[in-house]
């Protein structure tokens, strides 16, 4: 719903995936912004409200501004927002404290001030995707919960077919570290890249998606772009590994203050039977068990990637032991449903015990 006309990353794809689950056990509304005001249903039953983006503050995609805010949740009895410092979520904070309406926060990573301190104070909760997050956010330890995300595991399973390559999925921009894959590709082992190009202000980084593929010339790599929701499911099963090899120091020299919070795709490949190789980096830790359902390497080592490349491509009883104990993993933690039990104990706890 988003497509062209916003982004579609894990941070705007969480919300969603929750919104839809909540709405099997409570009346939930899931409101957006877009270039037309409208109101929609989701298949799954979800009521979307979609406000007209009138502007964007600091010219950033992320952070629209749209009257009908206050009016479209005016009678909830909880407010939950994504991103904290968004924003609709700073408007949300203000319109909570007025109305005295709880209002709980989600953070996807989003940088930007805070009233200096002000703001996480207005906030009635944290309900953080890791606890790389909430540490990341200082969030007080008596009204924070740690709440992560999920994968439905009907529709990413695994299958009996054959493996082939090693796959990516996620922004295009330099903090993922996807020039640090492809040097560690070994030349005859095929790559797919999933995801479209990221919001960089730097004018050099705006070249890094040329940059991949020069430095892909005589390999096999395949850049795919945005593909639909019901093609991501096939493209985890046949793959031999999901790798996510995210850095603290970009290519060009830029630290990164906040990276991958959690990982969905990391979620979705696991939920698919498909090992995960990742970086040492923010809330991924906290997903893939290294040595159980995939390998933990530290950012930036190119040869630390290149072994546990060979290690799951080249030892298939590895990778489909490691596969299972990734299914098991995401069945008993990370599915959204688990993730939605999860909010609504913290809503009722909010709610001082009542239905949310």
């Known amino acids: 719903m988003f497509g062209d ?26 409101v ?6 409208r109101t929609i249903i989701d298949p799954s039953g979800l009521e979307i409200v979609i406000l007209r983006r009138l502007a964007e503050a600091r010219g950033h995609i992320a952070q629209p501004i749209a009257t009908g805010i206050a009016r479209a949740t005016r009678q909830a009895d909880l407010v939950h927002v994504h ?6 979520a700073r408007i949300m904070a203000l319109v909570g404290a007025i109305r005295r309406q709880p209002v709980v926060v989600t953070d996807h990573g989003l940088g930007g001030g805070g009233w200096m301190g002000l703001l996480p104070r207005l906030f009635s909760a944290f309900l953080t995707v890791s606890r790389y997050s909430a540490e990341t956010l200082r969030a ?28 990516f999925v996620g922004r295009i921009t330099p903090h993922k570290g996807i020039e640090r894959l492809i040097h560690a590709l ?14 960089d202000r730097q004018p050099h980084e ?4 040329a940059l991949l593929r020069r430095l892909s010339e ?25 790798v996510l090899p995210s850095v603290h120091d970009t290519c060009y020299g830029r630290k990164v203050g906040i990276s991958e919070l959690l990982g969905l795709s990391a979620i979705e490949a696991m939920a698919s039977g498909t090992p995960v190789i990742c970086s040492r980096v923010g809330g991924l830790p906290e997903v893939v068990i290294d040595g159980q359902t995939g390998f933990v390497v530290e950012p930036g080592d190119i040869r630390g990637l290149r072994s546990a490349i060979e ?13 299972r104990a990734a299914r098991e993993r995401v069945l008993s933690h990370f599915t959204w449903e688990a993730c939605a039990q999860r909010c609504l104990a913290a809503y009722e706890s909010v709610l001082g015990g009542g239905a949310a």
């Open 32 to 37: 957006t912004f877009g270039s037309n005001r």
């Open 5 to 30: 006309d916003g982004l579609f990353g894990g941070g705007e794809r969480y919300p969603l995936e929750l919104a839809r689950t909540l709405s099997r056990h409570v009346d939930c509304r899931l």
């Open 140 to 167: 007080p330890e008596f009204k924070s919960w740690v709440i992560y995300g999920g994968a439905d595991p009907n529709l990413f399973s695994p299958s009996i077919g054959a493996r082939s390559g090693l796959l």
């Open 218 to 242: 005589g390999k096999r790599v395949k850049f795919s772009g945005r593909v639909d929701d019901d093609q991501l499911p096939e493209l985890y099963r046949r793959a031999h590994a999901l």
């Open 311 to 323: 290690r799951i491509v080249g030892v298939p009883a590895c990778a489909e032991r490691m596969g």
């Open 206 to 209: 705006r070249e890094y998606p």
């Open 83 to 88: 991103q904290m410092r968004s924003a609709p």
């Open 186 to 199: 070994p030349d005859d082992l095929p790559l797919e890249v999933v995801g479209t190009t990221g919001h």
